[in-house]
């Protein structure tokens, strides 16, 4: 089952009438997302791998990807990532100790 991400108007699709926006399909921890925007935060990912889970000083999310279309890498907080069709997004949580 695959969900699709709300669209913002400062989602990069520079003022494209809805018709007209690119959907590309992403996967959250194994989860299917279909997409209209062209880059996701450090927070977006977060929310859409832990929906409603409340952030605490001794929270830590450790998000990496991968893509056929690029090299892997991670995004880091305060960071964001240029979408491409059909990455793997993998978010954890680790405590800090």
Same mark, same amino acid.
Do not use: C, W
């Given at each position: 089952?695959?969900? &699709?991400?709300?669209?913002?108007? $400062?989602?990069?699709?520079? *003022?494209?009438? %809805?018709?007209?926006? #690119?959907?590309?399909? @992403? ?13 996701? &935060?450090?927070?977006?990912?977060? $929310?859409?791998?832990?929906? *409603?889970?409340? %952030?605490?000083?001794? #929270?830590?999310?450790? @998000? ?34």
């Amino acid at each position: 089952m695959s969900s &699709t991400i709300e669209v913002h108007p $400062d989602d990069g699709n520079h *003022g494209a009438s %809805p018709e007209h926006k #690119k959907e590309i399909h @992403i996967f959250i921890n194994t989860r299917e997302f279909l997409v209209q925007k062209t880059k996701l &935060t450090y927070q977006d990912l977060v $929310d859409f791998a832990y929906p *409603g889970d409340v %952030p605490g000083p001794d #929270k830590v999310y450790e @998000i990496t990807y991968s893509s056929e279309h690029g090299p892997d890498g991670s995004v880091g907080v305060g960071g964001e990532v240029k979408l491409k069709e059909g990455m793997v997004f993998n978010v954890g949580i680790t405590n800090r100790s």
